[in-house]
């Protein structure tokens, strides 16, 4: 099915704020998560989406699955991650806060699914 909107439909016309990762930057990102058990950034998001387990969906291919993951916690999924506040939320909740390393994700995690 294809997902495009026509060219003369007004929506055409807004671009996201943060470019969409491709599916490889998505991939890249995704193995970076530890899957911890006792997620922070589950306990953070305003719908206690699986975090951890949409990630490894990711990192092992199973896009379809991530989606299906978010909507499951979250039917409006593909609206609300294009506003979320991810630095005071999962972003912001994230264990690597606690290290010099960056955190997973630049984005909404929700927005890494090819549905979105
Ligand atoms: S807190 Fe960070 S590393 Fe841990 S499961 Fe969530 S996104 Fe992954």
């Known amino acids: ?9 007004l929506e055409t016309k807004f671009q996201d704020a943060k470019p969409l990762y491709s599916e490889s930057e998505a991939k890249i990102e995704a193995n970076r998560c530890l ?11 305003p719908t206690e ?37 991810v630095e005071e939320l999962c972003s912001g909740a994230c264990v690597y806060n606690r290290s010099e390393e960056r955190r997973v994700g630049k984005e909404c995690r929700s927005r890494w699914s090819p549905y979105h």
Not at 52 to 68: D, H, L, Y
């Open 35 to 45: 899957f911890c058990f006792d997620a922070p950034c589950i306990k953070a998001c």
């Open 1 to 9: 099915m294809d997902y495009n909107l026509s060219d003369n439909r």
């Open 49 to 85: 989406i699986d975090i951890p387990g949409f990630i490894r969906k990711i990192a092992s291919g199973n896009i379809r699955g991530s989606g299906e993951t978010i909507f499951r916690s979250n039917i409006l999924g593909a609206s609300t991650s294009r506003v979320c506040p």
